[in-house]
Every structure is written in C-alpha cells, then in structure tokens.
T-cell receptor
Framework: GAGVSQSPRYKVAKRGQDVALRCDPISGHVSLFWYQQALGQGPEFLTYFQNEAQLDKSGLPSDRFFAERPEGSVSTLKIQRTQQEDSAVYLC??????????????FGPGTRLTVL | KNQVEQSPQSLIILEGKNCTLQCNYTVSPFSNLRWYKQDTGRGPVSLTIMTFSENTKSNGRYTATLDADTKQSSLHITASQLSDSASYICVVIMRDTGRRALTFGSGTRLQVQP
C-alpha cells in the first residue's frame, strides 16, 4: 500500500489477555517506530527498529511489552497479561532511512486498545 | 527530562479567522522541530519541518516560526476552514545521539466552527 497500515484498528481485551498489534510500514522504509498515545496526550516513544535490529527499546513500559521485526518489514507489538493502564492508541511510524534525525516519519492510523 | 509544552490546550475559532498555536521546548541537543496535524482517529501527518537555522516555513495556509535561542515555535493558521479542526502537535527531534525518537507535545485541540 501507499502508506503505513496497522491492524486491527480496534482491539478490546479482557484484563490478563495477551494481544498482538501489527504494523505494515511503507515498502522500503528502513526505520520503524512504535508509540503509545493516551487519550488527550501526545504520542510517547516505545521502541525503534532499523531493519530487523531493535536499536532502542527504552520506552517500553514493562517487560510485558515486546516488539519484533524479524524480516525487517512487518512489525508486531505484543502485550502480555494486559492491564487497564495499557488502554491507549498504539501508533506505528516508518521512515526511509535511520541515518539522520531529519528523515520524516510517516504514521499509520493506529490501533485503539481497550482493556476491560 | 526533555519536554515539549504547547498552548493553548484547546481553542475554538470561527471559520475564516486566523489563529496561532504556541510550542516551548527544552529538548537538547536540538536537531529539528515539526508540526503535525492529527485528525480524530488518524495518525499524525507532518505539516512543516524546521532546522535550527530556519526562522519560518510555510505550507499553504500554515506558517511555522522557530526561535532556537528562546526555544519557542509557533504555528499560524490563516483563514481557517472547517477541515482545520484537529489536534496540532509540536514535535522536537534530538540531534542523533543513537536515539531517533521524537518528543511530542500534548497538542492543541482546534475546533473551527461555521
């Protein structure tokens, strides 16, 4: 596709369930980012990949959060044993290169996760 | 802690009027600053990108200014339209230190009324 896509768009989980969120970046984009956006707030950084390498995971809030990008394209963000405070929109973004901080990031529409 | 603060938190204006949104930041070392527009239920879309050497940049009816000395930026919207109703987020990017993440403000929620 022409842009970054994410699935599912909406996810409702019971507390304690595991969830997996998918991101399809723009074809050929080297860098991929995950962000968490709480209601009424700006996005906050979770983790960053350059190709298949996870170069920065300092934003992951706990060890229940895990991200992977095994073939350097599609990425999955997994949240284990979900809790109510995990409810947020999870945004994925990709950029053409990770060599400089000037490269624009293109965002997907996000996955809205609601934990009951 | 690096921070990006925006004001006002929300704003209501009439269609056709102008408005200015403010952004103050403490992120360091600074690389560039971006303004994003985020429609409800959508991901952010870039409006402008400015480096520390640029004072102003326009994109149609949107004009961004940057004062790197005072660490302030503004986004001016001219002749507002109903489609301008969205959240406007100021984003500051640190110079490459190995971390390529963006630091987002909380956004200004703009509502344009007919």
């Amino acid at each position: 596709g022409a842009g970054v896509s994410q699935s599912p768009r909406y996810k409702v989980a019971k507390r304690g369930q595991d969830v997996a969120l998918r991101c399809d970046p723009i074809s050929g984009h080297v860098s991929l980012f995950w962000y968490q956006q709480a209601l009424g707030q700006g996005p906050e950084f979770l983790t960053y990949f350059q190709n298949e390498a996870q170069l920065d995971k300092s934003g992951l809030p706990s060890d229940r959060f895990f991200a992977e990008r095994p073939e350097g394209s599609v990425s999955t963000l997994k949240i284990q044993r979900t809790q109510q405070e995990d409810s947020a929109v999870y945004l994925c973004a990709s950029s053409l290169s990770g060599q400089t901080s000037y490269n624009e990031q293109f965002f997907g529409p996000g996955t809205r996760l609601t934990v009951l | 802690k690096n921070q990006v603060e925006q004001s006002p938190q929300s704003l209501i204006i009439l269609e056709g009027k102008n408005c200015t949104l403010q952004c103050n930041y403490t992120v360091s070392p600074f690389s560039n600053l971006r303004w994003y527009k985020q429609d409800t239920g959508r991901g952010p879309v870039s409006l402008t990108i400015m480096t520390f050497s640029e004072n102003t940049k326009s994109n149609g009816r949107y004009t961004a200014t940057l004062d790197a000395d005072t660490k302030q930026s503004s986004l001016h919207i001219t002749a507002s339209q109903l489609s301008d109703s969205a959240s406007y987020i100021c984003v500051v990017i640190m110079r490459d230190t190995g971390r390529r993440a963006l630091t987002f403000g909380s956004g200004t929620r703009l509502q344009v009324q007919p």
